[in-house]
């Protein structure tokens, strides 16, 4: 199968490394090490257990330290900076580009964020106070400050003999020039490719592209990494309110943004964390898991009231209890389905006010469609296996009942959550089920204390 | 809140569409149309029910209309091209780069597949054909054909004259020239940063980087996407297995390998598709979801045949049936945090056999943990419930062997479904339930068969 060959090449490594880690030589390791980029050493650390990893971060060099501690989750890298010593921490910082270090500094302990403040240059130290002074999920907080800038009435041949006095020190991933006026406005932007192609005579504010306008620096990061999607953008220019230039952002951050917003949702689903540690120590996850079992439990207990209300009934036909499970599971995952839907429309910005009622109408037709195929089919078994044709109509009735509610409650939750400010898959499948069981077991045996028993 | 003023965001670019659509002129609606890139007039035709989607289609420019179609997902695309004229289909893909051509082509009918190579020059139709020859997620399959390459023996001097030659022709995204001998073998690459920084005189061959090496045509475009991620790349050659250069990838294609790959895992859970049209038709829809419905069915089934295993027992203590479902949803619940945790790290490719045992181990503590504080806490409220402190201590008891087997289930159930060539996403959620309710209704019922009744 293509998906385990997939899997196969993936795992090359980690298994070379695991191998190494198990019978290498302390050599061997750090060589293997010292080969790897930060990122695929932060991947590396993040598949250790925590023994393992404490042992493998001893290795890995000072100067990498910083970026491998950026590109590993919340949850791994508070827990590597407490091992740290302070001046481990401030050689760590000092390797950082100023987008960084803005997202790392404020990991740190206050008297080692003094320290790093105290050995930064007042433009540097200037330079980071104003990515700080920017919220981490916005384009202020997202950009990096090493833009060149050149003028309008610039030729190429002037910003070329810039460049080549410059000496490779061009920042990665400059693929555009950025082009302001004397109070350091963006006017426009100027690609690498045309200083390399265009008569070196010509001026900048001739060719430079104004399409691409500057980025607000409150723009969420989600927008952003919408901007960059769409428009297939490799970096772009970050401007305040009176568009003077800020910064810029560069898609590496931004595919940084996409990873993350994406597993939001799959882990926000299931009550969890996108940074959470894969090998927390089991008392941290224990306590964290155990609040989403308490809020389940008490959706549970009230599931349990429902079935409590009809304790006689059940006791006159037990097929009651042995059924109702098969009510209550249908139209939770009949609803799950619809939830996950409009959680992923709703993360990519599909879903507005144009268009919501459309899609809970589309839904609630699914649903009923299904409830009635369903419900036929359930009632066909129900007769066979109990011989009692009332209880087969009850249980289809029920059937269509909870398939709608489910399709309902999932389109409606997240568009509810969302307006009363939460996160619209956060706790959603919860709720969701809450619903569908109590309706489920109040739909079943309510038309059968009514009319059965 | 932060997350609903995103929300606003990047919904008024739809919002003011909608309104448009709803009330503007046609002028006003091409106007804004035109205005757009590819793959936001995509995401709209994403977000607008089925008919309203074919009227705005309709207004889209045909030279747009190609990489529209290769934006949007794979329902709407085959919905899309079912509707155009034959030689509609051959303007869209005239507009297209070969690796998108090469995705587009596949889904076309096999007249104007025909009719779209007759159209083209020998050498695009080599291009494809070579393209084409790569499976669709793999490196192959992802590459374009549009390499710059220069000889190791070439000045800077004379890459420079050649490039402004070629006026402005350097395809988007090209941040490298690709050295090659005179087999098309790939040497090395050089930066365009290094074009304009470096000293004319020097060789391409004194200057090229050789650490990134080629990427072979075979590798899974999960693996590229990871390398991409990892090392921070904007673009990378691809190579056959003689290290012949074939083409390269470039980052907008790679994410949305990321973008797809994350929601896969989103959707499998759910039973669903990540090319799951939101506003596909509802009789299309029921189908596909009853499937899901179907499978959840049999599982259901199973749960109530072991509760019927025990119909005697529920007869003479009714409580049994109203505190059976506690015990089913703590140990799904449980279960599936586990299930989430694994299913994203195995997509991440960071379990392998040098982990995989630490974690089931991991997890069964933290489950039995979570079982001990739980059963405690639904043993007191059972007993001042029902005042019956034999069936406080069975639900406990019941309850701990529960979320061990839910923590059990949720960390094999994925290894095990890789294992047997499945994705390890799909259907996870459903064998998971099936296992905590069998098993919580058999526990629940069974200890209280054996020492309550």
Known sequence: MPENTQEEQTL?????????????TLQQLQLMLNGLFAAEIAHLLESLPREKREFVWELVEPELQGDVLLDVNDDIREHLIRQMETSELVAASESLEVDDL?????????TV?????????????????????????TAGGLMNTDTITVRPNNTIDVV?????????????????????DRNNKYLGQVPLTDLLTREPSLRVGDLMNTEQEGIPADMSDKDVATLFEHRELVSAPVVDEDN????????????DVIREDAEHSL?????????????????????????????????????????????????????????????????????SQTLTIVI?????????????????????????????????I????????????????????????????????????????????????????????????????????????????
Chains 1, 2 share one sequence.
């Open 12 to 24: 090359t490594r980690l298994q070379q490394f695991s191998k190494v880690l198990q019978s290498g």
């Open 378 to 453: 359930i009632a066909i078994i129900t007769v066979l296996w109990f011989d009692n044709v009332q209880l087969g109509v009850i249980i289809g009735a029920a059937i269509i009942v909870n398939l709608i509610t489910g399709a309902l409650a999932g389109a409606t939750i997240p568009l509810l959550l969302k307006r009363l400010g939460a996160d619209p898959a956060l706790g959603g499948g919860v709720v969701l089920t809450t619903i569908t069981d109590v309706v489920g077991f109040l739909a079943f045996l309510g038309l059968a204390a009514l009319f059965l028993v």
């Open 244 to 255: 003077v230039l800020l910064g810029r952002i560069t898609i590496d951050d931004v595919i």
């Open 102 to 110: 803005a997202d790392f500094i404020q990991d740190l302990p206050d």
């Open 113 to 137: 964020m003094q320290l790093v403040l105290q050995s930064m240059d007042s433009q540097d130290r200037h330079r980071l106070e104003r990515v700080l002074s920017y919220e981490e999920d």
């Open 344 to 376: 992923r429309a709703m993360a990519l910005g599909q879903i507005g006010v144009g268009n919501a009622g459309r899609l809970i109408v589309k839904e609630l037709s699914v649903g009923m469609l299904n409830g009635v195929l369903w419900a036929v």
């Open 160 to 180: 070329l003999r810039y460049l080549r006095r410059s000496r490779g020190k061009i920042p990665a991933m400059t693929d555009h020039l950025y082009v302001v």
């Open 267 to 335: 882990m926000s689903m299931a009550g969890l964390s996108e940074e959470e540690d894969m090998f927390a120590p089991v008392v941290a996850s224990t306590r964290r898991r155990a609040l989403w079992l308490g809020a389940n439990l008490i959706t549970a207990l009230l599931a349990s009231w429902v079935i409590g209300l009809f304790g006689a009934t059940i006791e006159k036909l037990v097929a009651l209890a042995i059924l109702m499970p098969v009510v209550a599971s249908m139209g939770g995952i009949a609803g």
